[in-house]
Each structure stands twice: as C-alpha cells, then as structure tokens.
T-cell receptor
C-alpha cells in the first residue's frame, strides 16, 4: 500500500516569504501526484497535478511542484506567499491503474500579514 | 459547470442507527470516490465506484457500503453506527486519475 509523508505539520510565514512543503511517497511504480488545498471554510481544491513529462509542474495561484523520481518526492513551492495562501495543503498519490488517493497528513500554512 | 454536490451537509445520528449520505458527481464523470476525514486520522479512502461497479475498497468494516446509480450519483451507507464513525465524509468524482471533491457531509454520532 502507498504511504505519503508530509514533512511539516504547521508552517508559519510572513507575506512575501518563499514557501516549500515537502512530500515523499513510498510506491516504486508509476504514480500520479497531486497537491490539494483546503482554504478555511472551503472544500478541497486541486492545486496541481503530475502525470508524466516535465517534472516541474505549474498550478493555480503561482504554485509549482517538482517531481524527483529518484527521491520519491513531490515538493510544493511558491516564491512569494500572500495572506490569502493561509490554508491546509495535502499531498496525494495514486497509481496508474488504481485511482484511489493516498493522502499525506496535511500541512497547515499560516501567512502573517 | 456545477461541482460535486453532497447531501446532507450535517447529519446527527445515535449509536447503532444507520446513516445514508448522497453524492452527485460533476456532469460527465463516471467515477465516484468516498473518503473519511476523521480528527487525527487524516483523509482515508473508503470506496470507489465506476460505471456502477465497486472497483476498490479501503480498510473499513463491511458496515460501510454504498452503490452507484445509473446516473452516476452515489450513496454511502453506514450501518450500526459507532461513536468513532463521527467524521467528515468527502465524495470526489473523476473521469480519469484526477479527482474533484465535494464539500462533504459532517456525520456526528452521539
């Protein structure tokens, strides 16, 4: 079974700071990788996804993620955060022939104005 | 385009009762997934339905069951409710690998 690890439980930043959230997964086969975001009071939204091709993927709201196959990692980045990026971020993985998602525990990001 | 919808928003049940949760997928999506988000346990996969068939099941007891209807909507049934079933139940739909989530049903078991 898949396992997904997110390195940070809670990150606190000031506006304009850079953000990087770590995500590692355990499965050695072909995987699809996702980052979801849950803003306060809202439901889970897809931030970005990786299926194949260029390992650097860009998502909505200026977020990007890099897939490093040798490290089983899919880290999320944003060069300059805004107060509105305050949310919980979830890394998720599924396999090419089994679409059930395995989620990390989530990282709460608090951006101070 | 309408997103995934779930009903009811909140559900309060007593231990031992049954709960039924409903989900309507995004138009054109044939797969529906159910997840449980319980406090301290994170998001855990429950069930996957595609084209009316159960495709996969998470590590949950048989009292968690569901079905998918010909219009691709789905319902999740939880029998013999236990206190630890209190959680947010999320439904997602997809056409392929990427899933889009609904707002969830908050189930409280007293």
């Amino acid at each position: 079974a898949q396992s997904v690890s997110q390195h940070n439980h809670h990150v606190i930043l000031s506006e304009a700071a850079s953000l990087e959230l770590g995500c590692n997964y355990s499965y050695g086969g072909t995987v699809n990788l996702f980052w979801y975001v849950q803003y306060p009071g809202q439901h889970l939204q897809l931030l970005l996804k990786y299926f194949s091709g260029d390992p650097l993927v860009k998502g909505i709201k200026g977020f990007e993620a890099e897939f490093i196959k040798s490290k089983f990692s899919f880290n999320l980045r944003k060069p300059s955060v805004q107060w509105s990026d305050t949310a919980e971020y979830f890394c998720a993985v599924n396999e090419s022939d089994d679409y059930k998602l395995s989620f990390g525990a989530g990282t709460t990001v608090t951006v101070r104005a | 385009e309408a997103g995934v919808t779930q009903s009811p928003t909140h559900l309060i049940k007593t231990r031992g009762q049954q709960a039924t949760l409903r989900c309507s997928p995004i138009s054109g999506h044939t797969s529906v997934y159910w997840y449980q988000q319980a406090l301290g346990l994170g998001l855990q996969f429950l069930l996957w339905y595609d084209e009316g068939e159960e495709r996969n099941r998470g590590n949950f007891p048989p009292r968690f069951s569901g079905r998918q209807f010909p219009n691709y909507s789905s319902e999740l049934n939880v029998n013999a409710l236990e206190l630890e079933d209190s959680a947010l139940y999320l439904c997602a739909s997809s056409l392929r690998a990427e899933q889009y989530f609904g707002p969830g049903t908050r189930l409280t078991v007293t």
